[in-house]
């Protein structure tokens, strides 16, 4: 049985939004698609605290 690819998704931000994530990723050893989901992930699990986070 052959897997549906996903598409890739994109998320908009303004120029200087970028450029601070993408230094601060630097400063923290990591890609900016890494980061950006590490800081996704740490939101989450902040704001659904008692509830079930599905994927």
Known sequence: MEQ???PP???RMSDEL?????KKA?????S???YVRMVVATDLSK???GFAVKE
């Open 32 to 34: 900016f698609s890494a």
């Open 47 to 49: 704001s659904a605290e």
């Open 18 to 22: 970028y450029k601070a994530a993408q």
């Open 26 to 30: 630097k400063l923290l050893g990591l």
């Open 9 to 11: 998704y994109q998320i």
């Open 4 to 6: 549906k690819k996903k």
